[in-house]
């Protein structure tokens, strides 16, 4: 069965294409469009589709809309309330409704050749579900899911057992606590459904000294569901514009809403398993990118194995989708391969790109070393290699690399993304070397989507990756699945003792991580990086000539 999967209705537009059970492409809108998160999630881009990636991913494959057995669309309007009852009184999801009742008349426009009946609704937190129960490497597991929203509920509970979904628990709305994060980060001066992750990091700065005061509005209620109350922020930190500076109450809200996140999921989480006894819990959701309720869910939980969907927001559910559509019409689904599931480049094809730019490049006997030289030198390093990743981390295909001995290089980084101070970078780190620099944490950690300590002898060796609270938020690189990566790092670890590199997404900021070569370029082009590795080739950025 070939089966196509579309987000579409809020944001994170993507597509995704599933052949017999197997995960063949996937791709976000914004790395065609190049613009941020695909659209903003407003009820009048409710119409815009992925056609760009959808285009892509049928490409890929060979495929044209005709060859199709089924569209997933990961939305049921049959399943919304009116705004009055979800207690949002959102008028835009009338909107909405519309038009995510009329995506399979769309969808033919777009994909010409596609019949409108080949489009099935899945519910947005089943396809959220099925990206992470059916995509992990574990046939029988528990799944969670929290995000914003979906249809009526903000949450789904449940198990997978050979391919089959049962649904245990949900938490009607208004009940959020994705809407809860984002209202957060909208009072601290972020943009919503965006800038999320911006919260964690400012919440290790803070003291959770508000948590107690915030626990009846933010709590689990012992049933499988939860209650996030209205909260007035401005009772505990003043509201922020954007750009103005936060404060210490600032902080300290942030680390407060963060440290009740936590404790409501992983009382989510021992419940879930008090109804499964399973070993294994996978996650998807907006929620589920928070690196450091992750961490404690996988510390302080019943759960022996807890797997991420690396794509956990709404992109995810493209991909989700197309797996729940392709079990429904009979396929065993496999496990996904991987991150890497977007574009790639033949050398060739590269070669010609650089030769169109007209631009001085070379072809190193071993590009891994000739990135390790300028690193240990303190270069930074754009790094261009593969097909590039689904979802938000850079995992090695599409990263800026830096050294992560040097303190002042934190700065460094932020500078050159164009990104706030208090912002952390990540390091990436051969797997088998892992546990001697990390620990309280999964090992390994291939999708950088929990957060480990860095043991106290390493914290000096490595400070640029070492976050204010001793944390960091690894990935591991297994020599098998990441050959030209390992081999970086041990040419660095040769050079200068560290088997550590900065890995940070190689793109700046209000722009979405670069995907083909022409991004490539221009973002080597406008930011103050040493040295562009693309394919086996190098471009190196031209010593300004002495006056």
Not at 66 to 81: E, T
Not at 262 to 285: I, M, N, P, Q
């Amino acid at each position: 069965m070939k089966v196509l999967g579309i987000n579409a209705l809020y944001h994170d537009p993507a597509a995704a294409l599933v052949v017999d059970g197997r995960v063949v492409a996937a791709a976000e809108e914004e790395r065609f469009s190049r613009r941020k998160h695909g659209k903003r999630p407003l009820p009048w881009s409710a119409w815009e589709l992925p056609e760009l990636s959808a285009a892509w991913v049928l490409a890929e494959a060979g495929l044209t809309p005709a060859d199709l057995d089924a569209v997933a669309y990961s939305f049921d309007p049959r399943l919304m309330p009116s705004p009055e009852e979800t207690g949002l009184h959102n008028e835009g999801d009338v909107m909405r409704k519309t038009y995510a009742e009329k995506a399979p008349s769309f969808l033919a426009h777009y994909l010409p050749g596609l019949s409108e009946d080949r489009v099935r609704y899945v519910p947005h937190h089943v396809a959220h579900a099925a990206s992470a129960g059916l995509a992990a490497p574990y046939p029988t597991n528990s799944v969670l899911v929290l995000d914003g929203r979906g249809e009526a509920v903000s949450h789904l509970a449940g198990r997978y057992t050979d391919g089959q979904l049962e649904v245990l628990a949900s938490q009607a709305l208004p009940h959020s606590l994705g809407l809860l994060y984002e209202d957060l980060t909208d009072h601290l001066g972020f943009l919503r459904s965006s800038d999320e992750y911006k919260v964690m990091a400012m919440a290790s700065y803070g003291k959770p000294r508000f948590a107690a005061e915030l626990e009846p509005y933010i709590h689990a209620t012992g049933d499988g569901g939860f209650r996030t109350e209205r909260i007035d922020f401005t009772e505990f930190a003043p509201r922020l514009g954007k750009g103005d500076e936060w404060t210490e109450a600032h902080a300290d809200l942030a680390a407060s809403v963060q440290l009740r996140l936590e404790e409501t999921l992983l009382d989510l989480a021992h419940w879930l398993h008090g109804r499964t006894g399973d070993s294994a819990l996978t996650l998807a959701g907006g929620v589920a990118l928070n690196c450091v309720a992750n961490s404690r869910i996988h510390a302080e939980g019943p759960f022996e194995q807890v797997w991420v969907q690396p794509a956990a927001g709404d992109a995810g559910t493209a991909l989700g989708g197309a797996l729940s559509v392709a079990t429904d019409l009979g396929d065993t689904t496999a496990p996904m391969p991987g991150a890497d599931l977007g574009r790639g480049w033949t050398d060739e094809e590269i070669e010609a790109w650089l030769a169109t730019a007209a631009i001085d490049y070379e072809r190193p006997h071993d590009v891994a070393d000739a990135v390790a030289a300028v690193l240990a030198d303190n270069g930074i390093v754009a790094w261009f290699q593969g097909r590039s990743e689904f979802g938000p981390r850079a995992l090695g295909h599409r990263s800026l690399l830096a050294h992560p001995g040097h303190e002042a290089n934190l700065e460094r980084m932020n500078n050159v993304k164009g990104r706030e101070q208090f912002r952390p970078v990540a390091p990436m780190v051969l797997a088998e070397r892992a546990s001697e620099i990390f620990g309280r944490g999964p090992i390994p950690s291939r999708y950088m989507l929990f957060v480990h300590d860095v043991h106290p002898d390493w914290r000096e060796r490595i400070p640029t990756v070492t976050h204010v609270d001793g944390t960091a938020r690894i990935q591991t690189v297994d020599r098998a699945e990441e050959p030209l990566v390992a081999r970086m790092l041990e040419c660095f670890e040769r050079r200068t003792g560290l088997p550590v590199v900065v890995n940070t997404s190689l793109n700046t900021a209000g722009r979405p991580m670069v995907d083909d070569p022409r991004d490539a370029l221009e973002c080597f082009g406008s930011a103050p990086v040493d040295l562009l590795a693309i394919g086996p080739f190098v471009v190196r950025r031209p010593r300004p000539t002495p006056r």
